[in-house]
Nanobody, 123 residues
Framework: QVQLVESGGGLVQAGGSLRLSCAAS????????MAWFRQAPGKEREFVAV???????YAADSVKGRFTISRDNAKNTVYLQMNSLKPEDTAVYYC?????????????????WGQGTQVTVSS
């Protein structure tokens, strides 16, 4: 199995930046795509960005140009650099890994999940 641990969440003012990290351990060779999802109060968990093992990335339209996902395979770590943060970015951010897909965007296509880290953006 794979264990994922997120870190880096916190409180930031609108327009500010935050960098999230997700450290993976266990059978990391089973991981293909790694992604970030987020869930705001009263909302469904939504896709944010994904990166394949080879470095291909795709981000949701709502964060394109502001968020950047990256991956360090040697460290088994994925990052999410968040710039120009908006209050609507406020959510619990979850790291996820898929053992079957490289660039999936659906919750059900991910096998492993972190515990989540809170990101709060004040106006």
């Amino acid at each position: 199995q794979v264990q994922l641990v997120e870190s880096g969440g916190g409180l930031v003012q609108a327009g500010g930046s935050l960098r999230l990290s997700c450290a993976a351990s266990g059978r990391t060779g089973s991981m293909y795509g790694m992604a970030w999802f987020r869930q705001a109060p009263g909302k469904e968990r939504e896709f944010v960005a994904v990166i394949s093992r080879s470095g291909y990335t795709y981000a949701a339209d709502s964060v394109k140009g502001r968020f950047t996902i990256s991956r360090d395979n040697a460290k088994n770590t994925v990052y999410l650099q968040m710039n120009s943060l908006k209050p609507e970015d406020t959510a619990v951010y979850y790291c996820a890994a898929s053992s079957s897909y490289s660039t999936a965007q659906r919750v059900r296509e991910y096998d492993y999940w972190g515990q989540g880290t809170q990101v709060t953006v004040s106006s």
